[in-house]
């Protein structure tokens, strides 16, 4: 009977000593069946207060997430694949991690960010990839706009996604190709009726107004992701501020003469010395963007992500965490950005090595940070309007599409590791 009774102790000693204590989502190319909504797993923990660390460079970027029933069940409900740690086997993980001798560094993700995206009302999801990403992943966000914008709304969040917006007030250049399209026309209609109801002659005025709203944000703390043509357009609406370079069809008058001597690149977040385009019938604000300039076959349309110190630059190391350096190319109005025509305080993060062009960037503005994301679409080379829309359960690993979401959950990161 003693004898049992010694027996049944050691063996509630071994089963707390062998009892879980932490979860690891492995970010690796070949362990994790959803790298995207594995973000949403850890959002969730995080908003959910649970502990959770983000492991830059382990195993791609995996989460360390506090064990919990509610945690394995929702990785199990959402197909996130997941592995039970033991205390010594994370002490193990955390000790080679913090090695001098290894890139890595465990990062505590500790605030769940409140993620705002300006968009139009009436817009899908598949028409913006941040968009339905976000919503694959299951991480909330509110769409917001001109008039929530202008309200000084932008202080209730965190993060702030440009939809793909022209800034300039030029309509996306869409007049040489659909300006007699409906839904060319109604767009037009529709935001020069919005311009009027919050007082403003022109639409191109407008849209000056809140690109420089937005920049306040970022300067007071924010962060901002951008892709396509919200970023060039953003950055020449502040280079332009109080400069008329829209014509007559855009606007109802002519533009400024010499319009492009009065560009203040002082002005712009990324992007100095551009060039704007003057044919309203072109497809194309400046010389920024690289799409008519560069010749690289659809088969040969990669580029490279910059690897970084972990310890010691965590910003870029995080933005860049991937299960692969080498990203498929695809392509926007806006599918990269002539590095020339980028000031020199600005990361480049990804770079297209067969010409140069840069197509993921960042910096820093004031007290908050932006990243610029050339394309569209990462899982559509070539998107063109009234594409059907991408269905990402069949491209749960795509890495395009996990460098959107490492900006979405990097301001979750422990202030202290955000100083640079």
Same mark, same amino acid.
């Given at each position: ?169 030029? !309509? ?92 203040? !690149? ?35 349309? !990669? ?56 197509? !993921? ?60």
């Amino acid at each position: 009977m003693m004898l049992k009774k010694v027996f049944l102790i050691i063996l509630i000693q071994i089963s707390f000593t062998v009892k879980a204590s932490f979860i690891l989502l492995p970010m690796d190319e070949t362990t994790q069946q959803n790298h995207l909504k594995a973000y949403g797993i850890t959002y969730w923990c995080i908003e959910k207060k649970y502990k959770a660390s983000w492991l830059l460079n382990y195993r791609g970027g995996s989460f360390l997430l506090a064990d919990a029933s509610e945690i394995r069940k929702e990785c199990q409900i959402r197909g996130v694949s997941f592995e039970v740690l033991s205390d010594a086997e994370t002490n193990q993980i955390l000790e080679e991690i913090s090695s001098p001798s290894q890139n890595m560094e465990a990062v505590v993700l500790e605030k769940a960010p409140k993620v705002a995206v300006y968009t139009p009302s009436g817009k899908q999801p598949w028409d913006d990839a941040v968009t339905l990403v976000l919503t694959y992943a299951e991480i909330p966000f509110t769409p917001i706009y001109d008039q929530e914008v202008l309200s000084d709304q932008l202080i209730l969040y965190d993060w702030l996604h440009l939809h793909h917006e022209d800034f300039t007030g030029q !309509y996306g250049k869409f007049f040489g190709s659909n300006r007699n399209s409906p839904w060319y026309i109604d767009q037009k209609a529709t935001a020069e009726a919005l311009a009027t109801k919050l007082g403003y002659k022109k639409v191109s005025e407008e849209k000056a107004d809140i690109a420089k709203k937005i920049r306040d944000f970022v300067i007071g703390g924010g962060f901002m992701f951008a892709m396509c043509s919200a970023t060039d357009s953003f950055d020449i609406a502040l280079a332009a501020d109080g400069v008329d370079i829209c014509e007559t069809m855009f606007d109802g008058d002519a533009s400024e003469a010499n319009y492009q001597s009065k560009i203040n !690149y002082s002005n712009s977040f990324a992007f100095k010395d551009f060039i704007l385009d003057r044919r309203p019938d072109h497809y194309e604000f400046s010389n920024i963007d690289m799409t008519e300039k560069r010749i690289i076959p659809m088969e040969k349309d !990669y580029f490279t992500l910059m690897e970084f110190s972990a310890k010691w630059d965590p910003i870029p190391s995080m933005l860049c965490q991937n299960h692969t350096q080498l990203i498929k190319g695809f392509m926007g109005q806006t599918t990269a950005f002539d590095a020339s025509l980028i000031k020199s305080n600005i990361l480049n993060m990804g770079t297209c090595e067969l010409n140069g062009e840069a197509r !993921y960037i960042h910096g820093q503005k004031g007290k908050g940070m932006f990243t610029f994301f050339g394309g569209h679409d990462p899982e559509d080379y070539r998107h063109q309007v009234g594409d059907p829309a991408t269905v990402l359960d069949l491209h749960p690993n795509s890495p395009g599409y996990r460098l959107i979401l490492n900006n979405v959950l990097f301001p979750a990161a422990k202030k202290k590791k955000l100083k640079t």
